[in-house]
């Protein structure tokens, strides 16, 4: 089902984790995989991801589930210049504090 692109979304009004997670479906009948990786273009703060990632591993719950997006922004960035640095970390959710962007 779609919803908004939260790229244009006005501060605040981005659809939230539950609302994408709400809006998708996994047809399980795939064979059972060991790894799943998500491929995105550009993470703003990863509802979208963390949504869809929830999903995959829901379904295939046996399998590793990670993500790989090619640009994370700090906030709604319209146009990328260059790249500073690479990141590896954790974005996690709960309904009690949000999203969490955490770098180890």
Do not use: L
């Given at each position: 089902m779609a919803?908004?692109?939260?790229?244009?979304?006005a501060a605040g009004n981005r659809p939230s984790v539950q609302r994408h997670?709400?809006?998708?479906?996994?047809?399980p009948q795939l064979v059972s995989p060991k790894r799943i990786l998500i491929v995105d273009d550009i993470i703003t703060k990863g509802a979208t991801l963390l949504a869809g990632a929830s999903r995959?591993?829901?379904?295939?719950p046996k399998a590793d589930v990670r993500v790989f997006a090619l640009i994370r922004t700090r906030g709604l960035v319209q146009?990328?210049?260059?790249?500073?640095?690479?990141?590896?970390?954790?974005?996690?959710?709960?309904?009690?504090s949000g999203i969490d962007r955490s770098n180890p």
């Open positions: 919803v908004p692109k939260s790229a244009y979304a997670y709400d809006t998708m479906m996994v047809d995959v591993a829901e379904a295939f146009d990328v210049e260059n790249v500073i640095d690479i990141t590896v970390g954790q974005i996690t959710w709960s309904a009690a």
